[in-house]
């Protein structure tokens, strides 16, 4: 909104010109969506409370650690979705169609996500949506963005995927771009939602993730700097830095509620509207392999649930203690922070394994 009311004006204040520049932007997001999320954050937790009594419901088979976290509230991705799509209108061009279809994302997935922990919530059951009825709503917001994301992406790429480490190299999937579109962003909604599972984990690496995504989509939609790194231009894909910029934001903003012991938990309110606005994003700057790369920590987590279902159906034996792979270090005696904070070391270093991939060519 700023960009759109201020900058035409700046013929008149040469102050305005800064408006028209997204890293200028992007630094406001990032600053007004911690804000906004400091200013809510005490007066919705309080209210979580009040409305959720007991909390977020604690799996009977989970480690015996977490019985002590009973009654701590959850839906705190509320109010990062609150202050993201708040900071984001606020700084971003509203012309740019990559901008909605974004907040499309993330607004349709997290509304999923509350729908699951809300049934939660009411029948004091932690599994919450029917997981066929989840996807379902998944693929239903995923296909409708995917959609718009192709006909916002130009001719020559828009239904491509462009692999890392090559240049000039392209795969046309034609239609089956919409598969893969879907694949990828509720794989990654799916991915960050089964690595909250501690105090602090997830939250980390999404906003180192969204830091890195912040970085591609400014360079991708920087025409000198895109042909300088031999990675594909794609017009005002640059306004996904705002976006990016608010999402760190608000990560930072409920990382102070969440940190260990944690006042509130984002439920998949949070978990599944972020993961799918990274995953939207990847799509739109088509750089899709390379957020399974940065976001590495969320696939591991995601492998090693389905390595743990697959060993057990076929051999009736568990590779891992538990499954997801934090709860795995958990039975085996890892304290909560140590499991945390060399989480968030390994995705520090994955990030910048596939920031690497960028100059790589």
Request: net charge positive; aromatic share 12%.
């Given at each position: 909104?700023?960009?759109?009311?201020?900058?035409?004006?700046?013929?008149?204040?040469?102050?305005?010109?800064?408006?028209?520049?997204?890293?200028?932007?992007?630094g406001?997001?990032?600053?007004?969506?911690?804000?906004?999320?400091?200013?809510?954050?005490?007066?919705?937790?309080?209210?979580?409370?009040?409305?959720?009594?007991?909390?977020?419901?604690?799996?009977?088979?989970?480690?015996?650690?977490?019985?002590?976290?009973?009654?701590?509230?959850?839906?705190?991705?509320?109010?990062?979705?609150?202050?993201?799509?708040i900071?984001t209108?606020?700084?971003?061009?509203?012309?740019?169609?990559?901008?909605?279809?974004?907040?499309?994302?993330?607004?349709?997935?997290?509304?999923?996500?509350?729908?699951?922990?809300?049934?939660?919530?009411?029948?004091?059951?932690?599994?919450?949506?029917?997981?066929?009825?989840?996807?379902?709503?998944?693929?239903?917001?995923?296909?409708?963005?995917?959609?718009?994301?192709?006909?916002?992406?130009?001719?020559?790429?828009?239904?491509?995927?462009?692999?890392?480490?090559?240049?000039?190299?392209?795969?046309?999937?034609?239609?089956?771009?919409?598969l893969?579109?879907?694949?990828?962003?509720?794989?990654?909604?799916?991915?960050?939602?089964?690595?909250?599972?501690?105090?602090?984990?997830?939250?980390?690496?999404?906003?180192?993730?969204?830091?890195?995504?912040?970085?591609?989509?400014?360079?991708?939609?920087?025409?000198?700097?895109?042909?300088?790194?031999?990675?594909?231009?794609?017009?005002?894909?640059?306004?996904?830095?705002?976006?990016?910029?608010?999402?760190?934001?608000?990560?930072?903003?409920?990382?102070?509620?969440?940190?260990?012991?944690?006042?509130?938990f984002?439920g998949?309110?949070?978990?599944?509207?972020?993961?799918?606005?990274?995953?939207?994003?990847?799509?739109?700057?088509?750089?899709?392999?390379?957020?399974?790369?940065?976001?590495g920590?969320?696939?591991?987590?995601?492998?090693?649930?389905?390595?743990?279902?697959?060993?057990?159906?076929?051999?009736?034996?568990?590779?891992?203690?538990?499954?997801?792979?934090?709860?795995?270090?958990?039975?085996?005696?890892?304290?909560?922070?140590?499991?945390?904070?060399?989480?968030?070391?390994?995705?520090?270093?994955?990030?910048?394994?596939?920031?690497?991939?960028?100059?790589?060519?």
């Amino acid at each position: 909104m700023f960009y759109n009311l201020l900058f035409p004006l700046h013929a008149y204040a040469t102050i305005l010109n800064l408006f028209g520049y997204v890293t200028f932007r992007t630094g406001g997001a990032v600053i007004t969506s911690l804000v906004i999320c400091f200013l809510i954050a005490p007066r919705m937790i309080r209210w979580l409370k009040h409305k959720q009594k007991e909390g977020q419901p604690i799996r009977e088979d989970g480690p015996e650690t977490h019985f002590k976290k009973a009654g701590t509230p959850t839906m705190g991705g509320l109010m990062i979705l609150i202050s993201v799509t708040i900071s984001t209108l606020l700084w971003a061009d509203l012309t740019n169609s990559f901008v909605w279809l974004a907040l499309l994302v993330m607004i349709g997935f997290g509304s999923v996500g509350f729908m699951d922990d809300y049934l939660k919530l009411t029948k004091k059951n932690p599994k919450g949506l029917s997981g066929k009825v989840k996807l379902l709503a998944l693929f239903g917001v995923g296909f409708i963005a995917t959609i718009g994301i192709m006909y916002s992406l130009p001719d020559h790429i828009s239904t491509h995927v462009a692999p890392p480490f090559f240049k000039n190299v392209l795969f046309d999937l034609s239609w089956f771009f919409v598969l893969w579109a879907l694949l990828v962003m509720v794989g990654s909604a799916n991915a960050v939602n089964l690595t909250d599972g501690l105090d602090g984990l997830a939250i980390v690496p999404v906003a180192i993730v969204a830091a890195c995504f912040g970085l591609i989509a400014y360079l991708v939609g920087n025409f000198k700097f895109s042909e300088y790194l031999f990675i594909y231009f794609v017009p005002g894909s640059a306004e996904l830095a705002i976006i990016c910029g608010a999402l760190i934001g608000g990560a930072l903003g409920f990382l102070w509620y969440n940190a260990p012991p944690a006042a509130i938990f984002m439920g998949d309110t949070g978990s599944l509207a972020m993961g799918g606005l990274l995953g939207a994003i990847s799509v739109m700057t088509k750089h899709e392999i390379v957020l399974a790369i940065v976001g590495g920590l969320f696939v591991l987590e995601t492998v090693s649930v389905i390595v743990q279902v697959v060993s057990f159906k076929l051999t009736g034996k568990r590779v891992f203690a538990m499954a997801p792979l934090h709860h795995h270090f958990e039975k085996k005696g890892w304290s909560e922070p140590t499991i945390v904070i060399r989480f968030w070391i390994i995705a520090i270093i994955l990030a910048l394994i596939g920031l690497a991939t960028l100059k790589i060519r």
